[in-house]
C-alpha cells in the first residue's frame, strides 16, 4: 500500500507519462505504482481511452471561399486603412492649422523653430518619398499575390 502523497503525486504525474514527458526515473516510479494500485491503473487507462478517443476525431476543413472570407473579416486591412485615414487627416489638420497661424501672427522665425521645421520638413519629405517608391513597385510586386 502506498502513501497518500506519494499516491496523489503519482495521479499527477498520470497525463505526463501517458504523453512520454516524464523523466525515466519518474516513469519508473509511475510504472510501479500502477502495478500496485488499481484505482489509479483505471484512471490511467481511462485517461488513455479519452487520448485515442480525442486523435479519432475529425474537424471538417471550412472550404476555401469560406476562409477568405474569415481572413478578410479578421485582417488587418481595416484598422490598417482607419489609421492611415487618422494619420492624413491629422497631417492636413496640422498643416492647415499651422498655415493659419502663420498667416496671423507673422513673424521673423527662431532658430528653435527653424531647427524644428527642418527636422518635421525631413521626415515628411522621408515618408513621402518611401511612400512614392513603394506605389511604384507595388504593380512589379511578384509575391503580392501569392497565397498560403
Keep these: ?3 497518500p502523497n506519494q499516491h496523489e503525486e503519482i495521479r499527477q504525474m498520470l497525463s505526463a507519462y ?3 514527458e516524464l523523466t525515466q526515473g519518474s516513469a519508473q516510479r509511475v510504472r510501479v505504482h500502477l502495478e ?4 489509479c491503473r483505471r484512471a490511467f487507462e481511462e485517461m488513455a481511452r479519452l487520448q485515442e478517443l480525442t ?3 475529425a474537424f471538417a476543413e471550412p472550404p476555401e471561399a ?4 474569415l481572413e478578410k473579416s479578421l485582417s488587418v486591412q481595416a484598422p490598417r486603412r482607419l ?3 487618422f494619420v492624413l487627416a491629422g497631417v492636413a489638420a496640422w498643416f492647415i492649422y499651422g498655415t ?16 524644428g521645421s527642418a527636422v518635421v520638413i525631413g521626415f515628411v519629405l522621408l515618408f513621402v518619398s518611401v511612400a512614392v517608391e513603394r506605389l511604384r513597385q507595388l504593380p ?4 503580392r499575390r501569392i497565397e498560403k
Design 1 to 3: 500500500m502506498t502513501a
Design 18 to 20: 501517458l504523453d512520454g
Design 36 to 39: 500496485d494500485c488499481e484505482e
Design 55 to 57: 486523435k479519432e476525431l
Design 66 to 69: 469560406r476562409m477568405k472570407d
Design 83 to 85: 489609421g492611415w485615414l
Design 100 to 115: 493659419i497661424t502663420y498667416i496671423r501672427h507673422w513673424r521673423p522665425p527662431t532658430v528653435e523653430e527653424l531647427i
Design 140 to 143: 512589379h510586386d511578384k509575391y
